[in-house]
């Protein structure tokens, strides 16, 4: 399916991130006073109801752009980071033009509240020029090789944000004098007339064409890994197109930028780019801290977790939290080890020729916790190994919506506690009542026994082991639930697996990390 595009711009500062998350009814985008939060295209796939509810919903994206113009004078800085990134403003601005230039309409925001300003007027007549977008307007892509013809012209419209209230709204219709027709009104504060703009946005868009695909995705990905690592270069090669901003200079990713990607083969992937990280200790104000809870959260939305590695510096205490933080969410993980095109000698040690097996060798000692994450080297500038990465990343999606047998599951556990029980206590023999796969993603076993306290953290662990090579889970993690028999409680009712599944659900009593699951016993 062909989806329409929005796409949102302005100078910094003017409410651009609140709109979009206004508009899609969830925090998408920073928002943050600080000029510039916005660095790439960050983007929201929602359905827009109809007008009073008459006729279909439409499903469009809604791209947030960076500011235009956030580096004036020469030499500025961002006081969190201390560099000098004047030359950002480039990227930053190519960013602007690509939304730009596959968009279906364009939402030009200005500060109700501030007015017009030389830098306002300035944006309307580039957008009057078409020098924002290409001379030629490209049409959107949603994967490589896949378009759609191109509009004749692209409807803008200004977006007079902030308007908190009715004594707002004078000031609002003086942005007419932009020439882009009467101003749409709203305040993400408190959603002043967001159903008006909404219903705009509903007449201003075509319908997503059917392609004979829905929009769901087959696979996300949350892609992590410490500044610079190539978090951001591995999603233009995987989209064929300059979306995210690319530099030398860390920390150019804000946001968890969602990325809708449609492989050749026909399976679609959500990969989410997320902020690089740094060390607690050095960040530096609360755009950092909104970076790393939105990192958090990108984990948890996310089917299999790729944490890159940079194949040409050492571990780092970065590398070994953003590992703990994939294993404690019990997603599957893959150890991406990136720039390995350019690596040069083993780790600590330069000079050196490095090999695979040198590398997963040295990984397996750095992080502990990952040691049934499988490995792959790859370099995604020159998308060496890159479909193979994603190959397997889906791999192990499959793994982790394995389903096994209730009857299968009882007779191996069985064996593994006849052949090793936990430690017994004044005799007391650890016994089996009952055993059922409760769910999926991650794969959760729950078992029922006479004597729960038994089943130390270390006979836990020996048993995910088990049961791990004895279903299949090779290289997922694995979470068990171990409670003790209830009064009355009988296997043989019909009833009693579905019971067991609903009171598992969201149970951690008796549950090791799932970075104690990847040990080995």
Request: charged content about 30%; hydrophobic content about 40%.
């Amino acid at each position: 399916m062909t989806i329409p595009r929005i796409a949102i711009v302005g100078r910094p500062n003017v409410g651009k991130s609140s709109l979009l998350n206004m508009i899609a009814g969830a925090k998408v985008s920073i928002v943050d006073p600080t000029p510039g939060v916005t660095r790439d295209r960050v983007a929201a796939i929602i359905d827009l109801p109809p007008p009073d509810g008459l006729g279909p919903v439409k499903t469009v994206e809604l791209v947030d752009t960076g500011g235009f113009g956030v580096y004036v004078a020469e030499g500025a800085r961002y006081d969190e980071i201390g560099h000098d990134l004047t030359r950002l403003t480039g990227d930053i601005e190519a960013q602007i033009r690509h939304a730009i230039s596959t968009a279906d309409v364009v939402l030009f925001c200005v500060d109700a509240q501030r007015g017009l300003t030389p830098h306002d007027e300035q944006i309307a007549r580039m957008l009057r020029r078409q020098e924002l977008g290409d001379t030629q307007r490209q049409p959107a892509r949603k994967g490589k090789g896949k378009a759609r013809t191109p509009a004749a012209s692209v409807p803008i419209r200004v977006v007079a944000t902030k308007v908190d209230g009715p004594k707002w709204e004078a000031h609002a219709l003086e942005l007419a004098a932009l020439g882009f027709g009467e101003p749409l009104m709203c305040s993400a504060k408190n959603n002043y007339m967001r159903r008006d703009l909404v219903d705009t946005l509903y007449g201003l868009t075509p319908q997503a064409q059917d392609t004979g695909k829905d929009l769901r995705a087959d696979l996300k990905i949350a892609i992590i890994g410490k500044r610079n690592a190539g978090k951001s270069t591995l999603v233009n090669t995987l989209a064929g197109e300059e979306r995210m901003i690319v530099s030398e200079i860390p920390g150019t990713t804000r946001d968890a930028v969602d990325v809708r990607l449609e492989l050749d083969d026909g399976r679609v992937v959500v990969a989410i780019d997320t902020a690089g990280l740094r060390r607690k200790k050095s960040l530096r104000g609360a755009l950092e801290w909104y970076a790393l809870d939105r990192l958090e959260r990108s984990i948890h939305r996310a089917d299999v977790v790729l944490l890159l590695l940079d194949a040409t510096t050492r571990i780092s205490q970065v590398d070994e939290h953003l590992a703990q933080l994939a294993a404690r969410s019990y997603k599957p993980a893959v150890l991406v080890v990136n720039k390995w095109d350019i690596a040069s000698g083993r780790p600590g040690r330069k000079g050196e020729p490095v090999t695979p097996e040198d590398y997963e060798t040295y990984l397996r000692d750095e992080l502990k916790g990952m040691a049934l994450a499988p490995i792959s080297f790859m370099s995604g500038k020159d998308g060496l190994n890159v479909r193979e990465t994603i190959d397997l990343a889906f791999e192990l999606h499959g793994q982790a919506g394995r389903r096994v047998t209730t009857g299968r599951l009882n007779r191996l556990l069985r064996e593994i506690l006849d052949r090793r029980g936990p430690p017994s206590k004044l005799g007391t023999i650890a016994k089996l009542y009952y055993a059922a796969q409760v769910a999926t993603h991650p794969p959760t076993i729950a078992i029922v026994v006479n004597r729960p306290e038994q089943f130390t953290p270390n006979y836990r662990r020996y048993l995910v082991n088990r049961i791990r090579e004895g279903m299949g889970f090779d290289e997922v993690p694995v979470k068990l639930l171990v409670r003790g028999r209830k009064p009355g409680e009988s296997w043989e009712d019909p009833g009693a697996e579905a019971r067991l599944k609903a009171e598992a659900a969201g149970a951690e009593e008796g549950v090791l990390s799932a970075a104690e699951y990847f040990e080995d016993e």
